[in-house]
Nanobody, 121 residues
């Protein structure tokens, strides 16, 4: 069983910064990907699918969605089984619930409980 503990998030004004962290524990593969996804309601108050924000491998290879490149930075401390997401120059379009995702090469996927990020204009 894998557990993901998320922290960070909250309310910030546009242009501000927030930092998220995600710590994995339990039966972990030696090689796994940690990532952040987000889910936000549409104007019609219908949830859309979770979209990838950033992911990082055990080797430190990172990938980002285009809209956050240059603003968000994902990093990882393998000794602590923790991934961090530094979010700068936040805009209201970044408002969402952010979820941590664990995925290993055995096909196991786990999600964190989600942490809300709200950016006011």
């Amino acid at each position: 069983q894998v557990r993901l503990e998320e922290s960070g998030g909250g309310l910030v004004q546009a242009g501000g910064s927030l930092s998220l962290s995600c710590t994995a524990s339990g039966r972990l593969f030696s090689d796994y990907v940690l990532g952040w996804y987000r889910q936000s309601p549409t104007k019609e108050r219908v949830l859309v699918e979770r979209e990838l924000v950033a992911v990082i491998t055990t080797d430190g290879i990172a990938d980002y969605r285009d809209s956050v490149k240059g603003r968000f930075t994902i990093s990882r401390d393998n000794a602590k089984n923790t991934a961090y997401l530094q979010m700068n120059s936040l805009s209201p379009e970044d408002t969402a619930v952010y979820y941590c995702k664990y995925q290993d090469h055995g096909g196991l996927i786990h999600w964190g409980q989600g942490t809300p990020v709200t950016v006011s204009s």
